[in-house]
């Protein structure tokens, strides 16, 4: 475990201004960047940046914001989290982020998913009711993609391709592709049957109660006669000097942010009680100081098998600067110690 590796990621939320006023997408974006160098000069191994189509999250092409941090940074890992494959073209999307590997001298991942909001299919003019057709489709192109070899494809939800190459390739070996999951047994089999890496989207409950899933997929592996591959975990939180300051910081805009999702979905508002206790020990809101985060995360490692934890630090309004806090302990304080825990 002591080859954990230790990210990032963030949706790009709206944040607010001193005044609480949320800013410009524009200088959210902006800001992001500064994020990404941040990471990587305190020694983060990967960011992600998820892709949405809505008011309260400012990103729509994380690829271009991970070419702009790529240009500053040097060794930090750049990775979606997540694509939405269902409502974009597959190889669209591989000539993006093998382009973002060019860019980026081989440090592009992408994590491709159905995402959790719906927006993209009809501002992309796709039917959500091929919900599965889509995904199913588009992720076995994709497949065929990776391989980086003439592609002779055929399917229902676009026209067939016929010895077709797609440029540019990847320099070294194959695009970097996970597939995330929300807890869905099929897509945990669906990406075995593939050969692709497992992340794990645990956003509520106990991070251990998806073991079952990380079983699943490793037999599933084992039976298809795939390689052991690596399992990771994205989950939400924040990190300050103390817990209290970390859950008071957080606390009001992750409220909000659940609020404003659940009357689109039928939940009811979160309460400070439901809060607390997803950022108890055991629960899978990773917020504290970073001796509570660390221990959180080690437990959670060594509990579910992990290659890779990324924190989802981007959590509704949380102002830009303690966003910045919050990378700065997480790599400076956070991995070095997680790193003790499992050695």
């Given at each position: 475990?002591?080859?954990l590796?230790l990210g990032?990621?963030?949706?790009?939320d709206?944040t607010a201004?001193?005044t609480?006023a949320p800013?410009?997408?524009?200088?959210v974006?902006?800001?992001?960047?500064?994020?990404?160098?941040?990471?990587?000069?305190v020694?983060?191994?990967?960011?992600g940046?998820?892709e949405?189509?809505?008011?309260?999250?400012?990103v729509?092409?994380?690829?271009v914001?991970?070419?702009?941090?790529?240009?500053r940074?040097?060794r930090i890992?750049?990775?979606?989290?997540v694509t939405?494959?269902?409502?974009?073209?597959?190889?669209?999307?591989f000539?993006?982020?093998?382009?973002?590997?060019?860019?980026?001298?081989?440090?592009a991942?992408?994590?491709?998913?159905?995402?959790?909001?719906?927006?993209?299919?009809?501002l992309?003019?796709?039917?959500?009711?091929?919900?599965?057709?889509?995904f199913?489709?588009?992720?076995d192109?994709?497949?065929?993609v990776?391989?980086?070899?003439?592609?002779?494809?055929e399917?229902t939800?676009?026209?067939?391709?016929?010895?077709?190459?797609?440029?540019?390739?990847?320099?070294?070996?194959?695009?970097?592709?996970?597939?995330?999951?929300?807890?869905?047994?099929?897509?945990?089999?669906?990406?075995?049957?593939y050969?692709?890496p497992?992340?794990l989207?645990?956003?509520?409950?106990?991070?251990?109660?998806?073991?079952?899933?990380?079983?699943l997929?490793?037999?599933a592996?084992e039976?298809?006669?795939?390689p052991?591959?690596?399992?990771g975990?994205?989950?939400?939180?924040?990190v300050?000097?103390?817990?209290?300051?970390?859950?008071?910081e957080?606390?009001?805009?992750?409220?909000?942010m659940?609020?404003?999702?659940?009357r689109e979905?039928?939940?009811?508002?979160?309460?400070?009680a439901?809060?607390?206790?997803?950022?108890?020990?055991?629960?899978?809101?990773?917020?504290?100081?970073?001796?509570?985060?660390?221990?959180k995360?080690?437990y959670?490692?060594?509990?579910?098998?992990?290659?890779?934890?990324d924190?989802?630090?981007?959590?509704?309004g949380?102002?830009?600067?303690?966003?910045?806090k919050?990378?700065?302990?997480?790599?400076?304080?956070?991995?070095?110690?997680?790193r003790?825990?499992?050695?």
């Amino acid at each position: 475990m002591a080859d954990l590796e230790l990210g990032l990621d963030t949706f790009g939320d709206v944040t607010a201004d001193a005044t609480g006023a949320p800013l410009p997408h524009a200088q959210v974006i902006r800001n992001l960047v500064e994020q990404g160098v941040l990471a990587d000069q305190v020694g983060v191994d990967f960011i992600g940046i998820g892709e949405h189509h809505r008011e309260d999250f400012a990103v729509s092409a994380p690829d271009v914001v991970l070419a702009a941090i790529a240009a500053r940074t040097s060794r930090i890992r750049l990775g979606s989290a997540v694509t939405v494959l269902s409502s974009d073209d597959p190889i669209r999307v591989f000539q993006r982020y093998s382009t973002l590997d060019a860019i980026s001298g081989g440090r592009a991942e992408v994590i491709l998913g159905r995402g959790s909001f719906t927006e993209s299919f009809p501002l992309f003019g796709f039917d959500l009711a091929q919900y599965e057709e889509l995904f199913d489709e588009k992720l076995d192109l994709f497949a065929h993609v990776r391989e980086q070899e003439p592609v002779t494809w055929e399917g229902t939800t676009r026209a067939p391709l016929q010895n077709q190459s797609v440029f540019p390739p990847i320099e070294n070996g194959k695009l970097t592709s996970w597939i995330g999951v929300g807890g869905n047994p099929e897509s945990v089999i669906r990406a075995a049957r593939y050969g692709m890496p497992l992340m794990l989207a645990i956003i509520g409950g106990e991070p251990l109660r998806f073991a079952p899933l990380v079983d699943l997929y490793h037999r599933a592996l084992e039976q298809l006669g795939q390689p052991t591959l690596p399992v990771g975990e994205h989950s939400p939180g924040h990190v300050a000097e103390t817990d209290e300051q970390a859950r008071e910081e957080l606390w009001p805009h992750y409220a909000t942010m659940m609020a404003r999702i659940g009357r689109e979905r039928g939940w009811a508002p979160l309460t400070r009680a439901q809060f607390d206790a997803a950022a108890a020990p055991e629960g899978a809101l990773f917020v504290g100081s970073p001796e509570t985060v660390a221990t959180k995360i080690a437990y959670a490692a060594k509990g579910l098998g992990l290659s890779r934890f990324d924190l989802k630090y981007g959590n509704g309004g949380l102002a830009h600067d303690k966003l910045m806090k919050s990378i700065e302990l997480y790599g400076t304080r956070v991995i070095p110690r997680v790193r003790e825990l499992l050695a």
